[in-house]
């Protein structure tokens, strides 16, 4: 029995029906939402903005295999996060010199930006709170992961991974993540630092 999923309108109708489900964590102190530059982030604003919580990034970047940079060999993610795809560097006898080199220039291209979405900013505290977001970071209290459509192995994934995923939609037939929006135009970076500035003053304003 498939299930029948209307499309979202665009990425603001997406996080507004995830904050719906996400209303246990409204107004706690101890709540940090987090956004996946860039088309993740109009999504976590309106999460964000619902729950009266402060709104920053995770940002990740691929490891691509050397001469098959669409190959990815792992990620790397704020924070310090690494994640390795251990089955492509066996079968490819990749070095650890190699994977090094790779993640340091990845490295400097997330750092890059950070620079350019975030400004001068502070990054958040991550530790002992709870984070709603897309990756792992350092020692949350605990993880939700929410995505608006994903998937049905995606969740399966995540789940054996993190406290909690809140997802909307997970299609079996998922072919491609734009289909399932009417609008999925490409969000720019100004639009992300402007939708972290306006979150920043939202919530300054609701703590005030």
Known sequence: MHAHYAR???????????????KPYANRPDVLVLGLPRGGVPVAYEVAK??????????????GVP????????????????????D??????????????????????????????????PVPNIRDRIVISVLKPQQPASLIVAV????PETCDVIRA?????VCLMIPEMFYAIGLWYEDFSQTTD????????RQSVNHRHSIA
């Not at 001469?67 to 251990?86: P, Q, T």
């Not at 608006?148 to 998937?151: G, L, Q, T």
């Not at 100004?190 to 500035?197: N, T």
């Open 50 to 63: 619902t729950l009266n919580a402060p709104l920053d990034l995770c940002l990740v970047r691929k490891l």
């Open 88 to 121: 492509v560097i066996s079968w490819l006898g990749i070095s650890g010199t190699t994977i090094d080199a790779v993640a340091a220039r990845e490295l400097q291209e997330l750092q890059r930006r950070d620079r350019v979405y975030r400004g001068d900013r």
């Open 148 to 151: 608006p459509v994903a998937p």
């Open 8 to 22: 979202f309108q665009n990425r603001t109708e997406a996080g507004q029906q995830l904050a719906t489900r996400l």
């Open 161 to 165: 991974e993190v406290d909690e995923v």
């Open 190 to 197: 100004e639009e992300v630092r402007d939708l972290l500035a």
């Open 67 to 86: 001469g098959h940079k669409e190959l990815a060999m792992g990620a790397i993610a704020s924070g310090g996060v690494r994640v390795l795809n251990y």
